[in-house]
């Protein structure tokens, strides 16, 4: 019995599960039904669903329990202010303020907590040195830093910046040192035995032992920089797109606010893919949960 | 094939009571106790003994990435103090570099050497034909079979003309089938290669196929019970495995191993079936 349901299931998960898309002459794994779809057709369908639901309870008022949509602008006002956006000066202003800041915090935090990861994960020494101040000040989230960083800095930019820089920085770290904790011990052997010296070990086995790890942290970093500066921009900014989305609020430009988060998002999910491809190239033989195509 | 011509000068190996004990106070573990041999330039050397009785510590000397606690390890009369590519060693598993391709895994060595970039990749490719992997140079080790990793874990270390070859249960992780083709391979590169190797290993088979000469250990602590010579004609085939002689000396070994046997061993005993076992003659 046990095994008769293990064999009439273990297709049906897989089907749930499966990333890929299943080729249209095919007939889904689900049994029941019959005709096929592509599933990017679905995807689309559902998205559509979505922003014609939002549009109507927009237009007309509707509470969804304690949800009211009565000032939520509707799609159809925010694409208007999208349209707008993209053609006026500021645009360019406010976007490229938030990316050369996350580019400048966050390029920071890479260098230094790789850096300091692979040296804090080799040397028990250098760990047990510098390990608990950064074990004290890590729970302590990069927005809390706000007013501390504004009186640190002679300069609004220079504050943000840091604040951008200490919400990577951790996750960098950290995963960093998990990495070059997690190597293979017989590879460094190896690389010793094989003739290789302090130095040669770091760059041969260290590093790209510890860089799948190292992206991972990267990712993560990218996406805690992005959460910091956009709070940081709300409360000191002057341009930037999370200052924007402040200034919508207050300004009343309703759509303009949903404008803003869209555009945070659709930075930070560029920001992801782009950390992604560089990935993909830097660990080519390095696939999560399986071999190589 | 044959080991005839001029023997090889150097890859000697001595031990002169070497002990290895890890921890300190009541933790403290007795790995390896008083182990003294000589293996002489070219000798193929088995180490034989039941797992977790100190046979890979022993190795971890001579490597070097262990230092004894008393005693003292040496190869052509100096003692070992670090790792070094004129000691060759493979692992059970392959430590190859993932993020290498199998050419630049096998050319590491040149490249710690200072060799140039085209000079190196041209004898990585040379020794990579040796061990049957000409057409794989492009491959990363995941995309590799067991065997075929162990294959170029061989060329990896060979590439570097060792003066010894440190082997530590390496085809133990390979099925019956690959294990066999990977001996005669083995045996192949030694005579070609003329190294000294150590190989240590708990299956009684394969000590006795490749060795010129077995040291039986005992459990933990690890002592040397037993030390003899195995005349068996090379080439070595596997029609060997099942030849009088052979099976001879398996029993032999079998006895050696039996935990009963190794457990009446005190401090100060001989080899229990030393009566049995020709002495291997310096």
């Known amino acids: 019995m046990a095994v008769a349901i293990q064999v009439e299931s273990s297709p049906q998960s ?39 639901l939002w549009e109507l309870a927009s237009r007309h008022g509707w509470t969804f329990l304690l949800v009211r949509f009565e000032n939520v602008p509707a799609p159809s006002l925010v694409a208007g202010a999208g349209w707008g956006f993209i ?7 406010h976007v490229g303020n938030s990316l050369l800041r996350i ?22 020494l250098v760990s047990d040195l510098l390990l608990s101040p950064f074990e004290l000040l890590r729970p302590i989230p990069a927005v809390a830093w706000i007013p501390l960083a504004i009186l640190m800095f002679a300069t609004g930019e220079q504050s943000m910046v840091f604040i951008t820089f200490i919400g990577a920085f951790f996750p960098i770290l950290l995963a960093t040192i998990h990495g070059v904790e997690g190597i293979d ?53 002057q341009f930037g797109i999370g200052y924007y989305t402040w200034e919508a609020y207050t300004l009343q430009n309703y759509p303009d606010i949903v404008l803003g988060m869209v555009v945070i998002g659709v930075l930070g999910m560029g920001s992801s893919a782009l950390l992604r491809w560089a990935g993909r190239k830097l660990t080519p033989w390095y696939r999560p949960g399986g071999a190589l195509p | 094939m044959s080991r005839d011509g001029f023997s090889p000068v150097t890859g000697a190996i001595s031990l002169r009571d070497v002990g290895v004990h890890f921890g300190t106070g009541r933790h403290a573990v007795q790995a390896v106790q008083g182990a003294s041999f000589d293996i002489a330039p070219g000798e193929f050397v088995s180490v034989l003994g039941p797992s977790g009785c100190g046979k ?15 005693g ?65 140079h492009h491959h990363f080790p995941v995309q590799l079979s067991g065997g075929m990793q162990q294959r170029v874990s061989l060329a990896r270390v060979l590439v570097n003309r060792p003066r ?15 294990r066999l083709q990977m001996q005669e391979l083995l045996l192949e590169l030694w005579a070609e290669h003329r190294i000294t190797v150590l190989f240590v290993t708990h299956d009684i088979d394969e000590a006795l196929f490749l060795g010129d000469r077995v040291l039986v250990f005992s459990q933990r602590p690890g002592r040397i019970m037993a030390d003899f010579r195995i005349e068996l004609p090379r080439p070595r085939t596997p029609a060997l495995l099942t030849s009088d002689h052979f099976v001879y000396l398996k029993r032999r070994c079998l006895g050696l191993l039996r935990p009963e046997a190794t457990s009446t061993i005190d401090g100060t005993s001989q080899p229990v079936f030393a009566g049995d076992i020709e002495q291997s003659s310096p």
Not at chain 1, 17 to 24: D, K
Not at chain 2, 164 to 178: I, N, S, Y
């Open chain 1, 14 to 52: 897989t089907g749930v599960h499966t990333t890929r898309p299943v080729a249209p002459v095919e007939t889904t794994s689900r049994g029941r039904l019959r005709f096929s779809v592509p599933r990017w057709a679905l995807h689309l369908v559902s998205l559509a669903a979505c922003v014609t």
């Open chain 1, 87 to 93: 053609h006026s000066p500021k645009a360019l202003s």
């Open chain 1, 103 to 124: 580019f400048a915090g966050f390029s920071l935090a890479a260098v230094l907590a790789v850096t300091l990861g692979l040296i804090i994960g080799r040397f028990r």
């Open chain 1, 185 to 237: 011990r017989k590879l460094v052997d190896a690389a010793l035995s094989l003739g290789a010296g302090p130095f040669s070990v770091f760059r041969e086995a260290i590093l790209p032992g510890a860089l799948p790890s190292i992206m991972t942290g990267l990712s993560i970093g990218m996406g805690t920089s992005w959460f910091s500066l956009i709070t940081a921009e709300m409360v000191s900014g």
């Open chain 2, 56 to 70: 890979s510590t022993l190795l971890g000397v001579l490597a070097g990435f262990t230092k004894p606690s008393s």
């Open chain 2, 72 to 136: 003292e390890a040496l190869v052509d009369g100096l003692p070992v103090e670090r790792p070094g590519a004129e000691r060759a060693v493979v692992f059970q598993q392959p430590t190859l570099f993932p993020w290498k391709r199998v050419l630049a895994n096998v050319a590491f060595g040149p490249k710690m050497r200072g060799v140039g970039r085209e000079e190196r990749k041209r004898i990585a490719a040379d020794i990579l034909r040796e061990v049957g992997l000409a057409d794989f």
């Open chain 2, 164 to 178: 010894v070859l440190l082997m530590d249960e390496p085809f133990g992780a390979l099925d019956a089938q690959t």
